[in-house]
């Protein structure tokens, strides 16, 4: 059975640092593109950042540039999210989601599997 499994969430203050981590088993993942996305309370699940196996190319949403970075182990077949400078409002549950077709947009629909969610809160 294919599945993704989020870690590394939890409770800290603003300014602080968090790693998530999005091991995926059941198959490699080669070729596909791997998303993270964030939901927080009350509103819609937002597009935070994608990394491209193939060429580990990134791309990442309006409200995390620079403070947040994507990566990939392939031999772990895990990919991350490094955030940094976090602040109230990321406050959010996180998830990991993968896409067959490799291209990996900023649309929830285009995914075809999705972990359970970890959850991120910042306090002020």
């Known amino acids: 059975q294919v599945q993704l499994v989020e870690s590394g969430g939890g409770l800290v203050q603003a300014g602080d640092s968090l790693r998530l981590s999005c091991a995926a088993s059941?198959?490699?993942?080669?070729?596909?593109?791997m998303g993270w996305f964030r939901q927080a309370p009350g509103k819609e699940r937002e597009f935070v950042a994608v990394?491209?196996?193939?060429?580990?190319?990134?791309y990442y949403g309006d409200s995390v540039p620079g403070r947040f970075t994507i990566s990939k182990d392939n031999a772990k077949n895990t990919v991350y999210l490094q955030m940094n400078s976090l602040k109230p409002e990321d406050t959010a549950v996180y998830y990991c989601?993968?896409?067959?077709?490799?291209?990996?947009?900023?649309?929830?629909?285009?995914?075809?599997?999705w972990g359970q969610g970890t959850q991120v809160t910042v306090s002020s």
């Open positions: 989601a993968a896409d067959r077709s490799g291209i990996g947009t900023i649309y929830a629909y285009d995914y075809d599997l």
């Open positions: 059941g198959r490699t993942f080669s070729g596909y593109a």
């Open positions: 990394i491209r196996w193939s060429d580990r190319s990134t």
